[in-house]
T-cell receptor, first 109, second 111 residues
């Protein structure tokens, strides 16, 4: 069983819809990252969270440490949000990220 | 800051040739990671360094792969000899307590 589970694996939405991507993890962590990767593109870190909630533009990330769960929300989705969103956790200190398998999001105009 | 810089962006090589991928981490980041991404397996850790010292190379697929970090501003990942199954995107990332940054990746194709 993967230490980091994401759902859904694939998601298609109409432009303007509110989108939620979920991430559950089974290990103790010091931080959680939400990453974005466009087709053929590099990986961009959207958020690093260790507690609570963060917001950047139309993106909101939340984490519940007790439940070992995080969500990434996109409000007023747009076709340019189409990408793979990857949840990744950091066990401690300067250690490698443990990745989820990603959620492929397609937003249709 | 220019971010994590990888070169080359694309590499096409023939089976059996030596391939060297390069990475310049963000100044002040004390950890550097090499990852490989394929359609089948997603992102996998190959090796990582803390303060230029290799910490865990258990992800390196076989002896054909080697990585070095001679100083805080440079690392290489070498494949010798290369094989078609090595075709993938190779990402370098660096981190500090403040965050984690990926390079743009090197797309390697071995024919």
């Amino acid at each position: 069983k993967n230490e980091v589970e994401q759902s859904p694996q694939n998601l298609t939405a109409q432009e303007g819809e509110f989108i939620t991507i979920n991430c559950s993890y089974s290990v103790g962590i010091s931080a959680l990252h939400w990453l974005q990767q466009h087709p053929g593109g590099g990986i961009v870190s959207l958020f690093m969270l260790s507690s609570g909630k963060k917001k950047h533009g139309r993106l909101i990330a939340t984490i519940n440490i007790q439940e070992k769960h995080s969500s990434l929300h996109i409000t007023a989705s747009h076709p340019r949000d189409s990408a793979v969103y990857i949840c990744a956790v950091l066990n401690s200190g300067n250690t490698p990220l443990v990745f989820g398998k990603g959620t492929r999001l397609s937003v249709i105009a | 800051d220019a971010g994590v810089i990888q070169s080359p962006r694309h590499e096409v090589t023939e089976m059996g040739q030596e391939v060297t991928l390069r990475c310049k981490p963000i100044s002040g980041h004390n950890s550097l990671f090499w990852y490989r991404q394929t359609m089948m397996r997603g992102l996998e850790l190959l090796i990582y360094f803390n303060n230029n010292v290799p910490i865990d190379d258990s992800g390196m697929p076989e002896d054909r792969f080697s990585a070095k970090m001679p100083n805080a501003s440079f690392s290489t990942l070498k494949i010798q000899p290369s094989e078609p199954r090595d075709s993938a995107v190779y990402f370098c990332a660096s981190s500090s307590a403040a965050g984690y940054t990926f390079g743009s990746g090197t797309r390697l194709t071995v024919v």
